[in-house]
Each structure stands twice: as C-alpha cells, then as structure tokens.
C-alpha cells in the first residue's frame, strides 16, 4: 500500500489519522493495530506516539478526522516539575527508593533519565538473558524482560520479586536499544559504581552485545566491573560485550550443554585477557568432562574447577599448564587428588618433592632458571597450585 500513495499524501495527517481509523475499526488490540499498519505501510511510516493518540481519541468517541494537534493547550506536566522538588520528593519514597524507581523514573521522560542518570547506581548483581524476541535485566531482586512487538514497538514488563509485584508497559523503540540503554545506564552511573558481578546466562545475542558495544564507544566515561560470570562461549557475542569494558578483574567461564572450547573461543579469551589485563579467569568443568584446558591459551592466571576428573586426565592438564609460557598462576580445584597414585604419575613429569616441606614440590622448567612451585592440599578443600617462580628471585 505505501508504494501506492505519494510522499505528499503520506504525510498528510487526515490521510495518516484515516489509516489508523480503519485499523480502529477492525477490533484488534492497539498492538496489534499499529503492528499492521507498519507491515502494510512499512516500519519507518509512523512512530507508535502518535498512532496511540488518535487510537486513544477513537476510543473516546472522538472521531473528527481534521483535528489539528498543533492547536493543544500546552499543560504544564510533571516534567516539568524542578530538579530539586523532585528529588525531595523521590526522598520521602523509602531508603530503597533508587532500587524500587530506578526504571521506572527513567521510562517517564527524556527529562526523568537524566535526573536518574545522575544518580549512583545501587545493583551489585546484573543477569542477561537473551531469547529470540526477548530480552531479560535482573538488577539484584528487579527484572525487567523487553519484549519486540514489532520493529519500533516494545513491551517491558517490570518485576519486584521481593514484593512480588509485576506491572507492563508499552514504549516506541525497538526492544534491544531499549535494553541497552537502561543497562548502560546502570554500568555508567558516576560516583566510581562497578557492578560486583556481571552474568551473561544462556546464549547471548549478538545484535544486543553489538548495540551494546556501539552505544558504550559514544560515552565519555569508562565502564569497569569486578567479575563477569559467563555461561556461553560464543565467540562474536563475548568479544562485543567485554570490549565495552574498560576493565574486567574477573572472568568466571561456566560452559552449559556440552559447549566446547574451540579454537576460536580461545582466541577470543586471548584477545580479551591481553586487552583488559584480567586477573583471574576461572574455569568450570562438568562431571566427566574429558575436554582439556588448550596449551595456548594465554592466560597468565586461572583457576580450573572439577566436580569430577580422573588422575589420567588431570595428569594431562598439569602437563599442558607446566608447558604454558604464559601461564603464572594457576589453581586446581577437585574433590580428591589421588594421593598416591597421582604422586606415581608426577614423576613422568618430572615433578620433584621438595625436601622437609610437606605437600610442596617443584617442576625445573627446562633451560630456564624458573620453576614451578608445586602445593598440593587434601581434605574439604582439596585442590593444587602451581605458582612460577625463579631461582634467581
């Protein structure tokens, strides 16, 4: 149908109130409405305000097709209230009043986020799943789930889980973008906030980590986070989404549904440890998980996790972390550590016990005059470090 009216007609506001009159007429919902008339008009042909102004005036009984909306008497709103009543106001709502209105204050007005960006984000802990059309924000015990509805059209739907309270809302824009901007608001916030955790659950999407990763390069502050607990391993979604990072202390890598470590995913680790200078990366690996931590990935500090590994595997990555160049630190976490058959096996290695020092053993790295301290611990905590050092220390 677009194709069939000029630019002119197009444009013209009783033919655009006449278009949304018929969809009026057809009894659907007001979603449902605007969603076809941007499929028969295409999707840049109206913004969702104004279908739902005359969409609202219908349902009023109101059906005078020449209205002119320029001729509105100009009411004076609530923002247009003062910064600082508002923010009196926003004192007398509770000592947790920036955890509860967060969001909410910041889908009012263009004027509202800006109050709501000055503010010091309060959230230690952000969650992000992505699903085809959907993408949910947990701040804490806040969630906020952004639905598409069409390609400018989205629904939130804002959930209290301490209070049990839920409440759902339209916004024109489409629902990445709308995501995007409510999390980086958080991620920015002034006043030094750096989020405890950031966990990446599920699989990510990479439109939404791209949109992330553009919005974050246009801002003039930084954007740091303690640890960023990641349960998939795609490749393109990681890379997008921790190059928004200044800095990173932590990466908690916790692969479901059999993800592999392929090549591609270590060289993504690589590239991201080299670029953040992180930390700690640690690694979980499930029960009976036969795969092996890859020799070149450059990690100069981790920690690996087994629920279960056998001593022929574990000998395995010892090996492959002693041959590591990059490698600094690293701890190794299992319920048991096979006593005495695992103390057989390190001598293949070359592992030595170093004399009068319980537990303690030493690796010599062939022609270098570093070496690998050795410390193996039993018990409810049982696990093995390997710490680099040198003679010449």
């Keep these: 149908m677009a194709s069939k009216l000029d630019e002119a007609t197009q444009k013209d506001p009783k033919t655009r109130a006449t278009l949304i009159f018929f969809q009026f007429q057809s009894g659907k919902s007001i979603f449902a409405g605007y969603k076809e008339l941007c499929k028969r008009m295409g999707s840049k042909f109206m913004d969702y305000p104004e279908f739902e102004f005359w969409w609202q005036r219908f349902s009023a009984d109101n059906f005078d097709l020449e209205y002119d909306r320029s001729q509105d008497p100009k009411y004076r709103t609530i923002t247009d209230m003062p910064v ?83 409440k759902k809302f339209a916004r ?35 439109g939404f980590a791209q949109k992330l990763l553009d919005k974050s390069r246009n801002l003039a502050t930084s954007i740091d986070v303690d640890t960023v607990v990641l349960s998939c391993i795609d490749s393109i979604p990681i890379k997008n989404i921790l190059n928004a990072f200044q800095s990173i202390k932590k990466i908690d890598i916790l692969p479901e549904n059999g993800q592999k470590f392929g090549q591609e995913f270590v060289d993504t680790i690589n590239e991201i440890t080299a670029l953040k200078n992180v930390e700690m990366i640690e690694i979980s690996l499930g029960n009976g998980d036969n795969n092996l931590i890859p020799s070149d990935l450059k990690i100069p500090k981790m920690t690996l996790n087994f629920i279960f590994v056998t001593a022929e595997n574990l000998l395995r990555i010892i090996k492959i972390l002693l041959q590591s160049p990059h490698l600094q630190y690293c701890r190794l976490d299992m319920y ?23 537990n303690m053993y030493k690796y010599q790295i062939p022609d270098s005059d570093e070496f690998f301290e050795i410390e193996r611990v039993l018990g409810n905590d049982s696990h093995i470090t390997l710490t680099r050092k040198s003679s010449s220390a």
């Design 172 to 206: 024109s824009g489409n629902y990445q973008d709308l995501a995007a901007d409510d999390l980086l608001s958080v991620l920015v916030s002034p006043g030094g906030y750096k989020p405890r955790q950031l966990i990446i659950s599920e699989k990510f999407d990479n």
């Design 336 to 358: 048991s550590t096979y006593k005495t058959r695992l103390l057989q096996m390190w001598k293949t290695l070359g592992i030595k016990k170093i004399p009068k020092i319980p």
């Design 84 to 166: 600082q009543v508002f923010e009196k106001i926003c004192e007398n709502l509770g000592d947790n009043y920036k955890e509860e209105y967060w969001f909410t204050f910041r889908h009012v007005s263009k004027s509202f986020r800006t109050i709501i960006d000055s503010w010091k984000a309060p959230f230690e802990t952000i969650r992000v799943y992505c699903y085809r059309k959907s993408i949910i924000l947990e701040f804490d015990t806040f969630q906020f789930t952004y639905l598409k509805k069409s390609e400018k059209l989205s629904e939130i739907t804002d959930t209290n889980k301490r209070a049990r309270s839920e």
